[in-house]
């Protein structure tokens, strides 16, 4: 598989808006595959903001489904999640833990608000600590509210 260039974008969506986000930037950035990230549990919005809200805010991690790709085959990886309680829901930190050593990695997260400046840094500090390369972080205000869909 390993050709020159690859691109993933693997997404969280809980009501679709990142997913449409992922399509979008997946556009942008010429030939990717789009992979979603899916929770071994539904979320209701009731567990999204009792249970995913805190564990967004502790930075913790869902269980994730397995995906059908080998990540080390990609030169880049682009992760987009929503933003709950002004953090990555925690999809997103499951997502980081599967993203190999050493990559280089770009960050999108949506939310109502458009910025994440309580955990930016913590954020870009999640793959840093894996040696990956954060080419990019990038809030996007989606202008849809958790509750609005």
Request: with cysteine; charged share 30%.
């Amino acid at each position: 598989m390993k050709e020159d260039k690859i691109t993933i974008v693997l997404y969280y969506s809980f009501t679709g808006t990142s997913r449409v986000q992922a399509e979008i930037i997946a556009k942008e950035n010429g030939d990717c595959i789009v992979c979603e990230i899916k929770e071994t549990k539904k979320r209701t919005m009731g567990t999204a903001l009792l249970t995913g809200c805190p564990m967004a805010r502790f930075r913790s991690a869902s269980k994730i489904e397995p995906i059908p790709y080998k990540l080390s085959d990609f030169d880049k990886i682009i992760l987009v999640a929503p933003v709950w309680n002004g953090y990555p829901a925690p999809a997103f930190n499951a997502m980081v833990e599967i993203v190999p050593r050493k990559k280089a990695v770009e960050i999108y997260l949506c939310s109502s608000g458009g910025e994440t400046p309580k955990s930016k840094e913590g954020t870009c500090q999640l793959l840093t600590k894996r040696d990956c390369n954060v080419l990019g972080y990038h809030d996007i205000k989606t202008n849809k509210n958790m509750k609005d869909e």
